[in-house]
Structures are given as structure tokens and as C-alpha cells.
């Protein structure tokens, strides 16, 4: 192999060189579903101003990266800032020399240098994101509800009342329930206006029937679905008429109680496809018949990087007692590494002996309380130097509910 030539990798500006950016994405990930052209002069309500970085080979664009800003929940309620890290691409063409290790690192130092304390990010393959010191922090399930089995057991919470918005106008109103009624679950996020309108653009242009519907009183929606039928063709003669859950923003008993009602109140419809939600979501619990609720899979969703490792942990809260002094390598970011001593009382740097070593990609993973620290001890990713730790450090950073994103990007 000849050297390598670093590429050179800086923000992208123009609107032309932001557009070269999206169609790069798209042809590096080679499937995705067609994507109608963006309006000229509109790239910049799709792409947050100076969060695109792109690598450059003989000045041909090879490569990119981008990210939106926003918030991430903490095990203890606390929101911190955090980069959705996004559209990852390199071509064909110029796969394997290094261009997205390249972009990685500016990206991630220039988010720490923002002030970000996480970046998260959605992974396309299991192989890529480990060595850049992202873990895997939540896990996304699928389901499909077969109807007809499906009847709500007795007792449910009380729900309010339900009903069908129609798009556009739905669109500025989901925007508004889910920024209002983020549930303090880890990992949630929430939804940039480049978000929202990434979806809107997409939803335009297609030709399916789409529906929305939401739960509360007018004014105070606190709750909605987003749910489009398959197989459309077929639609009258079809004996497992599926209708797919897009969105499925239901952060109250009251509100989840609800909507599950209105869905499984549809007519015509034979089967439910729940696209993403929490491990331990009551869906199954809520039924005469759990088996009406099947699993399709069980999927990594968030893939965590802690970016400040002293801020991160003083800002998420702990549980149990006891106390466990941590050691954490981070080859990446180095001023992260060090030993730090974690009790409910909260987390500080130390010196002295640790009774526990690992990785900054596998504290990123423990970090929202999403698998444990025996599991992790078992997969051979944390090292014991003293016998109890284990068992306390499963404590202090194990929560009542399961991290969740809920949002794809
Ligand atoms: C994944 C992708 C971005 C990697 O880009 P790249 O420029 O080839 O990556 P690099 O050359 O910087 O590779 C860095 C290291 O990761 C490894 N690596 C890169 N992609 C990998 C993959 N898909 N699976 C396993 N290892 C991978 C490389 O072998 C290299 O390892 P080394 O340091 O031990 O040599 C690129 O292959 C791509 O665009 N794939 C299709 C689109 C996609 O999946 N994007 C991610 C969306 S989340």
C-alpha cells in the first residue's frame, strides 16, 4: 500500500456544497428510500448552520459528517447538552483510508468544544462506532399486535379523549406536545426544527395515506400517534390488513392507555406494527392475551460518546449505597481518562487503586443504566480489582425504567 494522504476535512458552508454533502450521504448508504430534491435555497432548514463537516481528497468532496444540537436526558431527570450526530458518509469509491476516523475526531473535539457533554447517533452496522468510543446506551424493540387477540384487560389508567389531526397543520402541534411533555425517562431527546422538517419535507412527497391522531383535551394534548397503513394495493381483499406505528409519543399511563385503545379500535385493521419502542414498555401487560404482542426484533438504538466525562458523571443521579472507585481509559479524548469515586452522593475525580477499570465506550453504555455492570464484567469489558464492586456499581447506576430515544435520525 502507497502512504496515505490525509484528507482535508473542514465545515461545509454553501448551499451547493451542503447539497453535494446529502446526495454523498445517500449514495454511501446505498439504499435508503428515494428523497424528494429540497427546494433551492432551503438546504439550511434541514442542516444546522456549521455542524456539516466534509473531507476533501484532490478537492473532490469524499466524505461528511453533521450533527444538530439539542438536549439529552440523564438518569436523575438532569437535561445536558448534546450532539445528534448524523449523515455519516463516505463513498465507495474512497472507503477504508481513514476518511471517517478523520471527520469523527474533528467532529467530536469540535462538540466538546461547544460545550456538548454527549453525542449520540444511530448506527447503520455494529462494527463502526466502538472504536470512536461510542457504546450502546438503549435498545429499541418492535412489535407486531395481532387485533383480533388483542382486548384490553380491565382497570387501565384513565385517558382522555382522542382525535385524528390531519396534516400539515398536525405537524406544528406534535412539535409543541412533544417538547412540552418530554417524560424524564434516560435518553430521551429531543426534536430540532431540522427534525421536524426533514419529516415533513419526506411526508409530502409521499403517496400512502398517512394519519395522526392525539390524546387530551384541545389545548392540552399531552400525547399522539403516527400510524400509515401497507400494502394499500390489496387493502380490500387483504386478510392481514397492517397498519405500521410510526410514532408512538405516549409519555403518561393516561395518555399510552388512550391511544393503545384508539389503535386497537381501528376497523379493518388485522395487525399493529409498533416500530420502536422502550424494552419495558406496558403494551404486553395491558392485555387479556400478552401473546397478541409479538417481538420482530430487539435493536441497539442509542449509541453513546461521552465527550465530558467530569461533567457527565456530577450530572446524573445514583441510586443504592456504597461507593466504587472507577477507572476510565479514553484514547480519544484523553483529558477524560482518570479514576473517579461514585456514590449516591454524586462523582468526583480520585487518585489511588480502582475497583473497577473500562473503556470510555463501555461506561457510555452503563451509562444510562441500560445493561449492567455484571453483564458487562461477563462480556470480559470491565476489569474487578475488588470482589464487591460489582454489586455495588449495579446499583448505583441501575433505574427504574429503561433508556429510550424514541426519536430516529
Ligand atoms: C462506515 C463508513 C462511514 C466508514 O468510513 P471509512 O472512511 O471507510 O472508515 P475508515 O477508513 O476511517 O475506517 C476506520 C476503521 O474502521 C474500520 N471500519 C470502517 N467501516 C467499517 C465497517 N463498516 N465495518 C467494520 N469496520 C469498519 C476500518 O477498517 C478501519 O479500521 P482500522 O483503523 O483498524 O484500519 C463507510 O464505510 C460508509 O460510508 N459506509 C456506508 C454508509 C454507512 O454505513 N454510514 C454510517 C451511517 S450510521
Not at 412533544?178 to 419535507?201: A, C, T, V
Not at 385503545?261 to 406494527?273: E, H, I, S
Not at 441500560?370 to 456499581?393: C, F, Q
Request: proline letters at 6%; hydrophobic letters at 40%; aromatic letters at 8%.
Amino acid at each position: 500500500m502507497g502512504e496515505r494522504t490525509e484528507p482535508e476535512i473542514r465545515i461545509l458552508e454553501s448551499e451547493d456544497e451542503l447539497r453535494q454533502a446529502s446526495a454523498l450521504f445517500r449514495t454511501a448508504m446505498v439504499g435508503l428510500p428515494s428523497w424528494p430534491e429540497v427546494p433551492g435555497g432551503t438546504v439550511n432548514r434541514y442542516l444546522e448552520a456549521g455542524r456539516t463537516w466534509g473531507a476533501f481528497l484532490d478537492g473532490m468532496l469524499v466524505g461528511t459528517v453533521d450533527a444538530t444540537s439539542g438536549k439529552l436526558t440523564l438518569p436523575g431527570g438532569v437535561r445536558v447538552p448534546h450532539a445528534a450526530v448524523t449523515h455519516i458518509g463516505v463513498l465507495p469509491t474512497h472507503t477504508r483510508r481513514g476518511v471517517i476516523s478523520g471527520l469523527v475526531h474533528r467532529q467530536l473535539s469540535d462538540a466538546r468544544d461547544r460545550g456538548e457533554i454527549l453525542a449520540t447517533l444511530r448506527a447503520s452496522e455494529a462494527t463502526i462506532y466502538g472504536r470512536f468510543g461510542y457504546g450502546v446506551a438503549s435498545t429499541s424493540v418492535s412489535v407486531d399486535v395481532d387485533v383480533r387477540r388483542a382486548s384490553l384487560r380491565p382497570g387501565l389508567p384513565e385517558s382522555g379523549p382522542v382525535r385524528l389531526s390531519s396534516y400539515p397543520d398536525a405537524w406544528d402541534l406534535l412539535a409543541q406536545i412533544h417538547s412540552r411533555h418530554l417524560p424524564s425517562r434516560p435518553g430521551m431527546i429531543d426534536r430540532s426544527e431540522y427534525w421536524w422538517n426533514s419529516r415533513k419535507w419526506r411526508a409530502a412527497s409521499l403517496t400512502d395515506p398517512m394519519y395522526v391522531a392525539v390524546h387530551g383535551e384541545p389545548g392540552h394534548e399531552d400525547g399522539f400517534v403516527r400510524y400509515h397503513p401497507v400494502d394499500t394495493h390489496e387493502w380490500f381483499t387483504s386478510r392481514n390488513r397492517t397498519v405500521v406505528v410510526d410514532d408512538f409519543f405516549a409519555p403518561s399511563p393516561e395518555a399510552h392507555a388512550g391511544l393503545t385503545r384508539f389503535l386497537l379500535g381501528l376497523d379493518l385493521v388485522d395487525r399493529l406494527r409498533f416500530t420502536a419502542l422502550p424494552e419495558d414498555d406496558p403494551l404486553p401487560l395491558m392485555l387479556g392475551d400478552a401473546r397478541a404482542v409479538q417481538i420482530r426484533s430487539v435493536s441497539d438504538e442509542t449509541w453513546l460518546r461521552i465527550l465530558d466525562l467530569d461533567r457527565v458523571l456530577a450530572a446524573r443521579t445514583y441510586r443504592g449505597s456504597g461507593s466504587v472507585k472507577v477507572e476510565v481509559t479514553d484514547t480519544l479524548l484523553t483529558d477524560n481518562s482518570g479514576t473517579f469515586e461514585i456514590s449516591a452522593a454524586g462523582a468526583a475525580r480520585t487518585s489511588g487503586p480502582a475497583d473497577l477499570s473500562l473503556d470510555v465506550a463501555d461506561l457510555g453504555a452503563l451509562l444510562l443504566g441500560g445493561t449492567g455492570w455484571h453483564r458487562m464484567i461477563a462480556a470480559g469489558r470491565v476489569r474487578v480489582h475488588r470482589a464487591d464492586a460489582p454489586d455495588i456499581a449495579d446499583l448505583l447506576f441501575s433505574w427504574p425504567c429503561a433508556p429510550f430515544a424514541g426519536t430516529s435520525f
